[in-house]
């Protein structure tokens, strides 16, 4: 159970690899649609939020 939950998550890993650039895109267009929901209250938390995602995913990148 545990080996196949192991792949599982590597391959969760490789498809962020090859796809960080759309994923970080993806967060954009998440973020702008809530800012624009919440009418600009929360923008702050929401850009901090993308970014530590983004900043994730580019270390995803790193440690190929």
Known sequence: MFESLKNLAGKATDLA??????IG???????DVIDG???GKYSGQIDTAT??????????????
């Not at 690899?17 to 759309?22: L, M, N, T, V």
């Not at 970014?51 to 190929?64: M, Q, R, T, V, Y």
């Open 17 to 22: 690899r090859e796809h960080s650039g759309a």
């Open 37 to 39: 929901k919440t009418d």
């Open 51 to 64: 970014g530590k995602a983004k900043e994730f995913i580019n270390k995803l990148d790193d440690s190929k």
């Open 25 to 31: 895109q993806g967060l954009d267009k998440v973020a």
